[in-house]
């Protein structure tokens, strides 16, 4: 077990070392200037010794070579440098934003597993039911309906009910308060936000989880421990359920990952300054040193969640730790 574990964080390095590689020549090639963007345009609108001195400033005169070795030593360190439209440390940026999207995506998965879970193996252990039926409708419909739309929704039925209920209407909080300052302000502003992405993140999980099911509970060990006298509980505990979730473990690791960067549109239907909103700004105001910090973190965390889902698979099935 430990030389797989080994094996799989030593994986880590290159492959963090190419997604970085990568993402700073992609940014390379972008077409734009930051500096036209400072300075207010193109044309003859401005200097030309100024767009010079912006350029020395932010570091893009040095030969590619050398930007790139500042890169990947900053990387090291934890230091990404200095936003080219803020002036601000990148790091700074950064960390002002991701405990918001952190925790509306560690929310949001906790939704998603505690509802496709259960109820993706009901659905598949009451094939054809009335039940499997509602269950596939609820998960076809997380499927189908946009999540931009469904914040809008739940905004309004919100406002709706607190105010037929109460005579004023409530709103969200939009400035955020850490878990640990104050938890009522926090969870509100955080709940509808992870209640609408889980309900999407949940409706795809239970799709994967019935079919799963489906599939395992046909296999011949399942048919082995009925034969023996096994009551249903444990079989679909610690047979059927435990080898299911090799590819649930996958979906909800990527879903996960997926979450830290991409939450851009819910970001703006709820009005949070996460790390999603970030990122649009930053490809707006063509900050390249601030994008490609973005883009590397969110490589991160898809390295290191493989990583931990790779983990898990040879926890779930011990067979893999020999591969």
Not at 136 to 147: K, L, Q
Request: aromatic share 8%; with cysteine.
């Amino acid at each position: 077990m430990l030389q797989y574990v080994l094996k799989r964080v030593l994986l880590t390095i290159p492959t963090l070392i190419g997604a970085a590689a990568l993402v700073f020549l992609l940014m390379r090639l972008i077409p734009g200037d930051i500096c036209l963007v400072r300075l207010g345009g193109g044309g003859a609108s401005f200097d030309p010794k100024a767009l010079a001195s912006c350029h020395t400033e932010i570091g893009v005169d040095r030969p590619v070579i050398v930007q790139f070795l500042e890169f990947m030593w900053g990387a090291v360190r934890l230091d990404f440098g200095t936003s080219m439209w803020s002036g601000k440390p990148v790091i700074v940026e950064i960390a002002a934003r991701l405990p918001i999207s952190l925790e509306i995506a560690i929310m949001a998965t906790v939704v998603a597993v505690a509802l496709a879970i259960p109820l993706g193996t009901i659905s598949a252990l009451k094939q054809g039911t009335w039940l499997d039926v509602a269950v596939r409708v609820f998960a076809i419909g997380g499927i189908a309906t946009p999540s931009f739309w469904l914040g809008i929704v739940s905004v309004l039925l919100v406002l709706d009910l607190t105010n037929w209920i109460g005579g004023k209407p409530w709103m969200p909080p939009i400035d955020y308060v850490p878990l640990w300052q104050d938890p009522i302000h926090n969870l509100s502003m955080a709940m509808l936000p992870a209640l609408t992405v889980g309900y999407r993140y949940a409706a795809v999980t239970m799709r994967m989880t019935r079919s799963t099911m489906l599939e395992v509970m046909k296999e011949d060990y399942i048919r082995t421990a009925r034969a023996k006298g096994l009551i249903n509980k444990l079989i679909i505990n610690r047979h059927a359920l435990k080898n299911a979730l090799l590819p649930i473990v996958t979906l909800i690791g990527i879903e996960f990952a997926f979450l830290i960067g991409g939450l851009v549109v819910t970001e703006q239907v709820f009005n949070l300054n996460g790390v999603g909103r970030l990122f649009v700004q930053a490809v707006q105001n063509q900050d390249y040193t601030l994008t490609q910090a973005l883009v590397m973190l969110t490589v991160t965390v898809f390295v290191f969640t493989n990583l931990a889902v790779d983990l898990l698979y040879a926890w779930l099935d011990p067979r893999i730790r020999f591969n």
